[in-house]
């Protein structure tokens, strides 16, 4: 089984609007990254937080990391119509390699 | 800006062909990674590499292989095609020591195998 497995796996809401997605995982990790895909597209690299920070923002993002929980939220305020996507949270054990998650898919309409 | 460039959006070939998938980054990168996605599956890490001549096989390395000749070409080959490797293929890169760090991505090809 994966990794991290986000949830909801799928969200849609109304421009304006804030979405959140989550990502629970099952191992301590170095750092947890999050990406978006568009449809049919190649996955692009949003924001990455490390096991010792608790928030960090990036624009319109916001991540928060609780390693006591194994978790993260990705929250994306102020939605737009071109954050449509699929978006997935990929955890690190130790400096070993990338694990990503299912993804949740957001859709955001005008 | 990191550019990874894939061969092929799109490709179809019949079973039992052989399959060369090419990536090519421009950014120098140490690191670069074959993934298959597919629905509920997520990305799964076929295989990678982490300096010229070298590579390592992923979660699902089975009827696949790959080559790297040169530092920005990763290649990814299907030595006969099945019907069970169609499938979404991402090419990644990364650079530095750590295969953890922030992972570039191609736009993917979609093969299609009749």
């Known amino acids: 089984s994966q990794q991290g497995e986000e949830d909801p796996q799928a969200l849609s809401i109304q421009e304006g609007e804030n979405a959140t997605m989550n990502c629970s995982y099952k191992?301590?990790?170095?750092?947890l990254q999050w990406y978006r895909q568009n449809s049919g597209r190649g996955l692009v690299h949003l924001i990455l937080?490390?096991?010792?920070?608790r928030e960090k923002h990036s624009g319109r993002l916001r991540v928060t990391l609780d390693t006591s929980k194994k978790s993260s939220s990705l929250l994306i305020t102020a939605s737009r119509a071109a954050d449509t996507a699929s978006y997935f949270c990929?955890?690190?054990?130790?400096?070993?390699?990338?694990?990503f998650g299912t993804g949740t898919r957001l859709q955001v309409f005008p | 800006d990191v550019k990874v460039t894939q061969s092929s959006r799109y490709l179809v070939k019949r079973t039992g062909e052989k399959v060369f998938l090419e990536c090519v980054q421009d950014m120098d990168h140490e690191n670069m990674f074959w993934y298959r996605q597919d629905p509920g599956l997520g990305l799964r890490l076929i295989y990678f590499?982490?300096?010229?001549?070298?590579?390592e096989k992923g979660d699902i390395p089975e009827g696949y292989s790959v080559s790297r000749e040169k530092k920005e070409r990763f290649s990814l080959i299907l030595e006969s095609a099945s019907t069970n490797q169609t499938s979404m293929y991402l090419c990644a890169s990364s650079f530095g020591a750590q295969l953890s760090d922030t992972q570039y991505f191609g736009p993917g090809t979609r093969l299609t195998v009749l």
């Open positions: 937080i490390r096991s010792n920070e």
């Open positions: 191992t301590s990790i170095n750092n």
């Open positions: 990929a955890t690190v054990l130790n400096t070993d390699k990338l694990i």
């Open positions: 590499s982490y300096d010229v001549k070298m590579k």
